[in-house]
């Protein structure tokens, strides 16, 4: 009874809430490689305190969901879809795996009643670290359950049935006989490529499926990829008739079927009776019995027909250790490929305590009925069939003599982690396997990896210290002026130049303030407001690392401003970052704001400190360029004369300068009269401003009285003259500055004589009078003898070689002019100079003109007699000769350099200017 109590304890688990709420199956993908035991089928196993059920896959991997995954409640964990190797408790309402910190391969952060379906991101530990990965995650829809009759069972296993499941699902069935109803022609259910499980749900063997002696009971046609499980389920009266063989199962085409505690009985057909096996399938059995079949052809086969694969174990299903009871031997026909050839039933089969697992031979019946206790590095806490190595974060460093130590493995201490995800038992059998979180991270006990300090937050120890990085609160919040953008901060940004940041624990630079108008910020990582510019310095803009200086001509008074002010009038700033304008020094003035210097009072202006506008000297003072006051004239020339100053605003005094002098009286320069001259007014010794010096005898002044000059030879004059007196005729004044003028009719000078004309300048201008010569002995004047011709020939070219030969010896003379002696260089010079005159001008120049219109005659005369001839008139003729010369100027434009002296004339008197130019 207890043994039955345990088979139906099993099924039970593995069937558990089998009902119309339980969640459907799942299959996972898109794992990373170090992850890829997360992937696979996954069957809803129980419900949590959550209300949300938990998923397992073959490879004891679980999902859960928990609310919060380290119990505290904090925000930092909440309300995860959780991928785990550690079976989560259906009891706790938080940290459902009990290790009180946020530990595992992977998760999703989301609240759905079921792990996301579709492609969602979620972070898995792959490698040594976490990842954002993208997991696929689809629900398989199963059938109804608990199916409690035969239509239901029908369309959920068969190929043609209506609702046929999903493969992976599991078809749960109600305890009770299932009898044909709605069948296929020689079977009860005909199931092709299906895998999954056909379980009963209600207890071993209470689950009845009849075939009622006329049909066979199961045709398994090929299993797909995978296994067909059946489980505590009677196969009974099945009947193939013919040559139909498997009146309780028949298999083909490599299909794959496993029986635990199953029974065929009362089956008939033509060969194995019971079952049987063709076309590569093969067939596993577990404590199952065979009891009255029967096979038609007598071959033996009553309960197996094997032509393919059968193992029949005798030892107790994976999960349960010791040996079935061992019953009758059975009918079969073929090889066996494991085991003995027995009928078995449930016998003393068992599960092995915690810290136990079967032996590596389990199936073999000599040791199947012991349990060994695991060895180091391993754990065994739940029914399976064999002690595993410890999970990831874990460790187990004791030997296998006590089974009590094996039940679980040690976790690594908080600020520790395993990554190694039970696959190398050297990775698991110490505590030194546990390795310190590296700087930035932090990590629970149990941890297979460790996790990353979160955003504005920063961890600097390298993991000399675990216990610095047991939890979140590890991490250290960026203080203020820092911020940290990435997870596993080892260190915190300093917010630049030009910013700040008051809080602390900041994840982004843009969290960073920037620095308002009129402050600065010129270092990093500040904490608080930005420094207010200086006076003299502004910010006009934010974030302004260095606040700017006022540009020249401008100030800023106070400090924190935008903007600088330009100077007023009457100041100015001539250099940059000035806080204050200066006012303008005396001298110097400015009109408009802004001002970078100040403008220097031009002169004949004055003005005091702070000025806007220089004000104009009053009339007989003057001043200098950038003057603070005016100057008299005589004051500001050290006393000099010959200064004055009209009107207002005077820059310097008035020069009267040479030929004028000053009049003070009226602030007026005067010319000096005529026969007074000035040089002009410089100092005490030479008072020239105030009178006009007069010209001494011998002297004139110039045009503009600056100075008396010497009267020239040939003149005269007294005292305060404007200008010289010329000799008389008869007078000659031979030196400069002559006082009076010489007579010619002297004895000292030539007796007798006179001058041509006045102003002679020396003594040689003293000559005789017509009809009269100079005897040089006697140094007189003396008449002319007779037979001496005076009158003179005519000025002609020619009359240059007529002579006049006087009588008694007295020479030849130029008979034109008796003062040039035929004899003499001067009259031979002439000769020469006439004899080249008659050849050029009166002869070479007329022959010039002739040869060269001779040249261009028949361009000159286009034939004006022959049109005066051909046209009959002499008007028309010349009309005619007058346009075709005209013709010929425009095609040899080179004719019209002669035209000065052809135009004039008729095309056929071409030549006539020469006759006109012959001066002969």
């Given at each position: 009874m207890l043994r039955i109590l345990q088979f139906t304890l099993l099924i039970l688990l593995l069937a558990k809430s089998a009902n119309a709420d339980k969640p459907h199956p799942i299959i996972v993908s898109g794992m990373c490689s170090s992850a890829s035991v997360y992937d696979g089928f996954y069957q809803a196993m129980y419900e949590t305190a959550t209300g949300r059920w938990y998923y397992k896959n073959n490879n004891e991997m679980f999902f859960y969901f928990d609310p919060s995954c380290n119990g505290s409640g904090a925000s930092f964990g909440q309300n995860r879809w959780i991928a785990n190797n550690v079976e989560p408790s259906t009891t706790a309402v938080n940290d459902l795996d009990g290790d009180g910190i946020c530990s595992f391969p992977g998760y999703i952060t989301s609240t759905s009643m079921a792990p996301p379906t579709g492609t969602n991101t979620w972070r898995i530990y792959c490698d040594t670290s976490l990842a954002d990965v993208p997991i696929t995650i689809t629900a398989i829809t199963p059938t109804d359950r608990p199916i409690d009759n035969q239509q239901?069972?029908?369309?959920?296993?068969?190929?043609?049935?209506?609702?046929?499941?999903?493969?992976?699902?599991?078809?749960?069935?109600?305890?009770?006989?299932?009898?044909?109803?709605?069948?296929?022609?020689?079977?009860?259910?005909?199931?092709?490529?299906?895998?999954?499980?056909?379980?009963?749900?209600?207890?071993?063997?209470?689950?009845?499926?009849?075939?009622?002696?006329?049909?066979?009971?199961?045709?398994?046609?090929g299993t797909d990829v995978s296994n067909l499980a059946i489980k505590g389920i009677r196969f009974h009266h099945g009947t193939r008739t013919g040559s139909n063989s498997g009146g309780g199962i028949y298999m083909r085409n490599g299909a794959k079927v496993t029986l635990e505690f199953c029974a065929l009985t009362s089956c008939t057909a033509y060969q194995g009776g019971a079952i049987a096996?063709?076309?590569?399938?093969?067939?596993?059995?577990?404590?199952?019995?065979?009891?009255?079949?029967?096979?038609?052809?007598?071959?033996?086969?009553?309960?197996?027909?094997?032509?393919?694969?059968?193992?029949?174990?005798?030892?107790?299903?994976?999960?349960?250790?010791?040996?079935?009871?061992?019953?009758?031997?059975?009918?079969?026909?073929?090889?066996?490929?494991?085991?003995?050839?027995?009928?078995?039933?449930?016998?003393?089969?068992?599960?092995?305590?915690?810290?136990?697992?079967?032996?590596?031979?389990?199936?073999?019946?000599?040791?199947?009925?012991?349990?060994?206790?695991?060895?180091?590095?391993?754990?065994?806490?739940?029914?399976?069939?064999?002690?595993?190595?410890?999970?990831?974060?874990?460790?187990?460093?004791?030997?296998?003599?006590?089974a009590s130590l094996h039940t679980e493995c040690v976790a690594c201490a908080a600020g520790k982690h395993l990554q190694d995800q039970g696959t190398t038992?050297?990775?698991?059998?110490?505590?030194?396997?546990?390795?310190?979180?590296?700087?930035?991270?932090?990590?629970?006990?149990?941890?297979?990896?460790?996790?990353?300090?979160?955003?504005?937050?920063?961890?600097?120890?390298?993991?000399?210290?675990?216990?610095?990085?047991n939890d979140a609160s590890d991490c250290t919040s960026c203080p203020a002026g820092k911020y940290s953008e990435q997870v596993g901060g080892t260190s915190c940004t300093d917010c630049g130049q030009g910013k700040y940041i008051e809080t602390t624990g900041s994840i982004s630079?843009?969290?960073?303030?920037?620095?308002?108008?009129?402050?600065?910020?010129?270092?990093?990582?500040?904490?608080?407001?930005?420094?207010?510019?200086?006076?003299?310095?502004?910010?006009?803009?934010?974030?302004?690392?260095?606040?700017?200086?006022?540009?020249?001509?401008?100030?800023?008074?106070?400090?924190?401003?935008?903007?600088?002010?330009?100077?007023?009038?009457?100041?100015?700033?001539?250099?940059?970052?000035?806080?204050?304008?200066?006012?303008?020094?005396?001298?110097?003035?400015?009109?408009?704001?802004?001002?970078?210097?100040?403008?220097?009072?031009?002169?004949?202006?004055?003005?005091?400190?702070?000025?806007?506008?220089?004000?104009?000297?009053?009339?007989?003072?003057f001043s200098s360029p950038g003057s603070t006051s005016c100057e008299t004239c005589s004051d500001g020339y050290d006393g000099a004369h010959g200064y004055i100053a009209k009107g207002e605003g005077n820059n310097n005094c008035a020069y009267c300068g040479i030929g004028k002098y000053a009049d003070t009286s009226v602030q007026e320069c005067k010319l000096c009269v005529q026969g007074k001259y000035s040089v002009g007014g410089?100092?005490?010794?030479?008072?020239?401003?105030?009178?006009?010096?007069?010209?001494?005898?011998?002297?004139?002044?110039?045009?503009?009285?600056?100075?008396?000059?010497?009267?020239?030879?040939?003149?005269?004059?007294?005292?305060?003259?404007?200008?010289?007196?010329?000799?008389?005729?008869?007078?000659?004044?031979?030196?400069?500055?002559?006082?009076?003028?010489?007579?010619?009719?002297?004895?000292?000078?030539?007796?007798?004589?006179?001058?041509?004309?006045?102003?002679?300048?020396?003594?040689?201008?003293?000559?005789?009078?017509?009809?009269?010569?100079?005897?040089?002995?006697?140094?007189?004047?003396?008449?002319?003898?007779?037979?001496?011709?005076?009158?003179?020939?005519?000025?002609?070219?020619?009359?240059?070689?007529?002579?006049?030969?006087?009588?008694?010896?007295?020479?030849?003379y130029l008979k034109v002019d008796y003062s040039i002696d035929c004899d003499g260089t001067e009259h031979k010079v002439f000769n020469i100079y006439a004899l080249v005159c008659i050849v050029v001008y009166p002869i070479?120049?007329?022959?010039?003109?002739?040869?060269?219109?001779?040249?261009?005659?028949?361009?000159?005369?286009?034939?004006?007699?022959?049109?005066?001839?051909?046209?009959?008139?002499?008007?028309?003729?010349?009309?005619?000769?007058?346009?075709?010369?005209?013709?010929?100027?425009?095609?040899?434009?080179?004719?019209?350099?002669?035209?000065f002296l052809y135009r004039n004339y008729e095309p056929m008197s071409y030549n006539f200017e020469v006759f006109e130019t012959n001066p002969l």
């Open positions: 239901q069972l029908y369309d959920t296993v068969s190929k043609d049935g209506a609702t046929k499941m999903t493969n992976g699902d599991q078809a749960l069935i109600a305890a009770g006989t299932f009898l044909c109803g709605t069948c296929a022609s020689s079977v009860m259910f005909y199931s092709s490529n299906l895998f999954g499980g056909i379980i009963c749900a209600e207890g071993i063997l209470t689950c009845i499926l009849d075939g009622q002696g006329t049909r066979g009971i199961l045709f398994v046609d096996i063709f076309s590569d399938a093969t067939l596993t059995t577990y404590t199952t019995s065979f009891t009255s079949n029967t096979a038609t052809n007598n071959d033996g086969s009553n309960d197996i027909f094997n032509a393919a694969n059968l193992a029949i174990f005798d030892a107790c299903p994976e999960g349960f250790v010791g040996l079935p009871d061992e019953g009758e031997q059975l009918q079969t026909a073929g090889s066996l490929a494991y085991g003995s050839l027995n009928s078995y039933t449930s016998g003393s089969c068992s599960v092995c305590p915690l810290g136990k697992d079967r032996p590596t031979d389990w199936y073999d019946p000599t040791s199947a009925s012991t349990c060994n206790t695991c060895d180091i590095a391993k754990f065994r806490s739940k029914a399976v069939a064999d002690c595993s190595i410890c999970d990831a974060g874990k460790y187990n460093d004791h030997d296998n003599s006590d038992i050297t990775l698991h059998d110490s505590e030194d396997d546990c390795t310190s979180c590296p700087a930035g991270k932090y990590s629970a006990a149990a941890a297979p990896s460790c996790t990353n300090c979160p955003k504005g937050t920063y961890l600097a120890d390298n993991g000399s210290d675990p216990t610095l990085h630079e843009t969290q960073c303030d920037t620095c308002p108008l009129g402050k600065h910020n010129d270092v990093e990582g500040l904490a608080t407001d930005c420094f207010s510019c200086l006076s003299g310095k502004v910010a006009p803009s934010p974030g302004q690392v260095d606040c700017t200086d006022c540009p020249t001509g401008t100030h800023a008074p106070s400090e924190g401003l935008t903007s600088c002010s330009q100077c007023d009038v009457g100041k100015h700033s001539g250099v940059t970052g000035s806080a204050a304008c200066s006012d303008c020094t005396a001298g110097k003035f400015t009109s408009y704001t802004g001002a970078v210097v100040c403008t220097l009072c031009a002169g004949g202006k004055h003005s005091g400190q702070g000025a806007a506008a220089c004000s104009n000297c009053d009339e007989g003072t410089v100092n005490d010794s030479d008072p020239g401003s105030a009178t006009c010096l007069t010209c001494e005898p011998g002297k004139f002044t110039n045009a503009d009285q600056t100075e008396c000059l010497f009267c020239p030879a040939g003149k005269i004059s007294g005292v305060a003259s404007s200008e010289c007196t010329v000799c008389e005729i008869g007078k000659f004044a031979d030196k400069e500055g002559s006082v009076e003028c010489n007579f010619c009719n002297d004895e000292d000078v030539l007796k007798g004589s006179t001058t041509a004309g006045n102003s002679t300048a020396s003594k040689s201008g003293c000559i005789c009078d017509k009809g009269e010569y100079e005897n040089h002995e006697t140094a007189t004047c003396e008449k002319v003898m007779e037979g001496v011709r005076e009158d003179k020939a005519g000025m002609n070219i020619f009359s240059n070689f007529a002579c006049h030969d006087f009588d008694g010896g007295y020479g030849s070479g120049i007329p022959l010039m003109y002739f040869l060269l219109l001779r040249r261009e005659r028949k361009l000159l005369d286009p034939g004006h007699r022959h049109f005066t001839f051909q046209l009959g008139s002499e008007e028309k003729g010349l009309e005619k000769a007058l346009q075709e010369r005209a013709k010929i100027e425009e095609k040899h434009p080179e004719v019209l350099r002669l035209a």
